[in-house]
């Protein structure tokens, strides 16, 4: 039997553990923790024909000398976005980029649908096979958490990883399974456009070194389908439909496309909140009376004016905006991407990074297209733009998604003293080869708050058969989508969880376990360093977990249940304790004294990391049970120690 090495660098440890998780079941088989350290864990699968030997780097840059993003970017990325995971394997003195995989759990409506956009496009640019893992069907909740609806992307944005697949001949596609909260009645309808089986295949052949042409091919069939599944199912017409979507993939000219066969009026949506100028108000006016079409959706901020009408709108630029030469290409059709770029007190607005990428994933690499800028910007922003657009774009993801993905940038702002129009000289070719970079066998990492939060995750989890539980494990940058409650052998969640509130705050970890009959849960909330707790942060914790048991789940499933289903009972009055926990790096004692009490918390966890790592535990009575369990796992397994104070 052969042993491989492979890494997995994720964005935190809970996107590492969710790809060795599809690791494990692409194979049939189970994942087993090794003798590692507890913040660079490292787990064996065993194969038919393999053990594959698999570290977990949690915290895209955090590692010396590799920064994924980095080096994908430098290999023709483009764009500094980075996906959830990375999959890459250790050959000798090289590791190879083999996948890149994202995760979005979160209600895939809104702008939210589209903002991972620019992670797909640059791994295509960078030649890295790239899979996005999305759950359909989530319920939307009003304010009292109350069911409205279920909540769909626009049927755009699956369509764009096809086009993209499609037009640069490469794998970039999306993987669909049901929310834990779809309803029976939708999982009918959607279950022929689910993939998840289907990217199992995709990732065992990928390591397998296989071809993947037939799994490829499914997944783009079912893409496709759920494209026409969610078009079909919308109340207006206010996208293609049906067979008109395979026909505007296949054409030759998209744009050309829909000048021709999408007569729909485009509309675009204004926000009253930010602030936009006098000339920007005339100029989408102007727009509407040439003979605008929609890019597949009506409600998009997305148009292409006709060939036919540009010059009208070259001579009105002009004449409107002082003289500005508007020097954009008059022989092919337009399209326009309108961009606000920046909330209303100016900061950027992350969403519409992805605006411009899902564009030119819609459209193809041929089409024409410029981006109108109008959000209120800073000064800053605006004279990097005029005399150092490069240097803006290296610190301005909103900027280099428009200069990597658009022709041409036209910004009319309320903040701005000057009318901008510049031709970006964006090139659409992609990276050829495969991605090697040096391996580097121990990797040095600056310890902070992933750190913490990768430990807390690995000493706590994978621990039922002491009768702990996780139920919850946000990390930075993580899924906050859901939180688990288990009894009797079910598990029940609560999805599109509530934000903080003056009162509560959402915690970092959950878990739960019962001593002598009674019900415990432990919210702990992690941190860099002890300093950054919030006063009273443990009764915020605890307040939290009481809210949200005053509401009721939303999904439910058995322990031997593989599928979620939506959960419209009652769990009835739950009875239960809280052990509020503060978790940081070590400093010194007395600090453990002050956060406890000024924290109001049940119990510190204090981190001293090295190949074996230090938990200093510090706890009132009430934290104090947590001990027990600590000990037995401390006694049974590797990488850490514990010192009472």
């Given at each position: 039997m052969i042993t491989r090495n492979l890494r997995i660098h994720g964005d935190n440890i809970v996107e590492c553990e969710r790809t060795l998780k599809m690791i494990a079941e692409a194979y049939n088989s189970i994942y087993e923790l090794q003798k590692s350290p507890v913040y660079f864990p490292k787990y064996s699968i065993k194969t038919k024909d393999c053990l594959f030997v698999i570290e977990l780097l949690s915290g895209h840059g955090r590692w010396s000398d590799i920064d994924l993003g980095d080096i994908i970017y430098k290999a023709g990325g483009r764009l500094r976005e980075s996906a959830d995971s990375y999959l890459t394997e250790i050959s000798g003195t090289q590791e190879t980029v083999l996948l890149g995989i994202e995760y979005c759990s979160a209600l895939p409506a809104g702008n939210n649908a589209w903002q991972r956009n620019g992670r797909a496009l640059a791994s295509v640019f960078a030649n890295v096979p790239y899979l996005y893992y999305a759950e359909i069907g989530g319920v939307e909740l009003d304010e009292n958490r109350n069911p409205k609806a279920p909540?769909?992307?626009?049927?755009?944005?699956?369509?764009?990883?096809?086009?993209?697949?499609?037009?640069?001949?490469?794998?970039?596609?999306?993987?669909?399974?049901?929310?834990?909260?779809?309803?029976?009645?939708?999982?009918?309808?959607?279950?022929?456009?689910?993939?998840?089986?289907?990217?199992?295949?995709?990732?065992?052949?990928?390591?397998?070194?296989?071809?993947?042409?037939?799994?490829?091919?499914?997944?783009?069939?079912?893409?496709?389908?759920?494209?026409?599944?969610?078009?079909?199912?919308?109340?207006?017409?206010?996208?293609?439909?049906?067979?008109?979507?395979?026909?505007?993939?296949?054409?030759?000219?998209?744009?050309?496309?829909?000048?021709?066969?999408?007569?729909?009026?485009?509309?675009?949506?204004?926000?009253?909140?930010?602030?936009?100028?006098?000339?920007f108000k005339l100029l989408k006016s102007k727009i509407k009376t040439l003979s605008v079409v929609p890019i597949v959706a009506k409600d998009l901020p997305f148009c292409i004016v006709p060939q036919r009408s540009l010059t009208s709108l070259k001579a009105w630029i002009k004449e409107t905006y002082n003289g500005l030469d508007a020097s954009f290409d008059l022989e092919k059709d337009l399209a326009l991407v309108w961009i606000t770029g920046f909330k209303p007190k100016g900061d950027d607005s992350r969403?519409?990074?992805?605006?411009?990428?899902?564009?030119?994933?819609?459209?193809?690499?041929?089409a024409n297209i410029m981006a109108i800028v109008s959000g209120p910007g800073t000064k800053y922003t605006w004279d990097k733009l005029l005399n150092a657009p490069n240097e803006l774009c290296k610190n301005n993801g909103l900027f280099e998604a428009i200069f990597s993905c658009c022709n041409y940038l036209l910004v009319d702002s309320a903040t701005c003293n000057h009318y901008i129009f510049m031709p970006t000289g964006a090139t659409l070719n992609k990276n050829t080869g495969t991605i090697k970079f040096p391996y580097i066998p121990n990797p040095v990492v600056k310890f902070f708050e992933h750190d913490t939060d990768c430990a807390i995750h690995q000493i706590l989890s994978s621990h039922n058969e002491l009768g702990i539980f996780e139920c919850f494990c946000n990390p930075p940058g993580g899924d906050w989508s859901g939180i688990s409650y288990f009894k009797n052998g079910i598990e029940y969640k609560w999805t599109s969880l509530p934000r903080v509130?003056?009162?509560?705050?959402?915690?970092?970890?959950?878990?739960?376990?019962?001593?002598?009959?009674?019900?415990?849960?432990?919210?702990?909330?992690?941190?860099?360093?002890?300093?950054?707790?919030?006063?009273?942060?443990?009764?915020?914790?605890?307040?939290?977990?009481?809210?949200?048991?005053?509401?009721?789940?939303?999904?439910?499933?058995?322990?031997?249940?593989?599928?979620?289903?939506?959960?419209?009972?009652?769990?009835?009055?739950?009875?239960?304790?809280?052990?509020?926990?503060?978790?940081?790096?070590?400093?010194?004692?007395?600090?453990?004294?002050?956060?406890?009490?000024?924290?109001?918390?049940?119990?510190?966890f204090a981190f001293e990391f090295g190949m074996i790592t230090t938990l200093h535990f510090y706890a009132s009575a009430n934290g104090e049970i947590l001990l027990d369990y600590l000990m037995k796992i401390a006694s049974e397994q590797s990488g850490f120690v514990i010192k009472i104070h």
């Open positions: 909540r769909y992307p626009n049927p755009a944005v699956p369509f764009s990883y096809v086009s993209l697949s499609h037009d640069m001949n490469s794998v970039c596609l999306p993987v669909y399974r049901a929310h834990p909260s779809m309803t029976s009645q939708n999982l009918v309808t959607y279950k022929s456009a689910l993939g998840y089986s289907d990217g199992l295949v995709f990732i065992r052949q990928i390591l397998n070194g296989e071809d993947t042409t037939l799994t490829v091919n499914s997944l783009k069939d079912k893409a496709v389908k759920m494209v026409e599944i969610l078009s079909n199912g919308r109340k207006k017409k206010d996208t293609l439909k049906g067979r008109e979507w395979k026909a505007f993939l296949t054409s030759t000219n998209r744009p050309t496309w829909l000048v021709l066969n999408y007569k729909e009026e485009w509309q675009k949506k204004s926000s009253d909140k930010v602030l936009v100028s006098d000339t969403p519409d990074r992805g605006l411009s990428p899902l564009c030119r994933m819609i459209l193809g690499k041929d509130s003056e009162f509560s705050k959402r915690p970092d970890h959950i878990f739960q376990f019962e001593r002598n009959g009674q019900l415990f849960f432990v919210p702990i909330e992690s941190k860099g360093y002890g300093k950054d707790l919030e006063n009273n942060i443990g009764n915020r914790l605890k307040d939290y977990i009481n809210d949200l048991f005053n509401s009721e789940p939303t999904a439910y499933k058995a322990n031997n249940q593989t599928g979620w289903k939506y959960f419209d009972g009652t769990i009835g009055k739950v009875k239960y304790n809280m052990i509020s926990v503060g978790a940081f790096l070590y400093k010194d004692e007395r600090e453990l004294m002050n956060q406890l009490h000024t924290g109001n918390l049940d119990a510190i």
